[in-house]
């Protein structure tokens, strides 16, 4: 078995695609229409699978907001600089939610960013996301 996507339901998937390419850094990887059940759906990644696991952005016509569940968490991403990938963020219009820093109880520098549809994204520091695609 293989982890392959996780799907996110968005309000407005044009607004959750240019976060997740242009604040984020991924790539739009494919796009599908299905007017018969009217829904969109928009895949984005560093790269695409076999290579990472992709977030499918799902957009159920005429459905601009979705309710937050209290089960959810977030998404985690990593990079080798938190410090300067929130910069990078705030400067293209993101929202950054935790400073960079460690986490409670622990060494890990960590931060928090939030999507337009108000979905968590962590940022984990690690020197080995350095070679890695995506917020460097």
């Keep these: 078995m293989r982890f392959l996507h996780t799907m996110l339901r968005v309000g407005d998937l044009q607004r959750s695609i240019d976060f997740y390419t242009r604040v984020l850094g991924m790539q739009l990887l494919r796009t599908s229409e299905n007017p018969e ?4 759906l928009a895949f984005v990644g560093y790269e695409g699978n076999p290579a990472q696991a992709e977030i499918e952005l799902t957009y159920n016509w005429g459905t601009d907001k979705y309710e937050m569940g209290t089960a959810y968490g977030h998404i985690a991403l ?19 939610t935790r400073e960079p820093g ?19 994204i962590e940022l984990i520091q690690r020197a080995s996301e350095a070679g890695g695609a995506g917020l460097r």
Excluded: L
């Design 37 to 40: 059940y009217k829904y969109s």
């Design 78 to 96: 990593g990079v080798p600089d938190a410090y300067a990938a929130c910069e990078k963020i705030k400067a293209a219009g993101g929202n950054v």
């Design 102 to 120: 460690p986490v409670k109880g622990g060494t890990t520098v960590i931060a928090f960013v939030t999507d337009p549809d108000g979905y968590k």
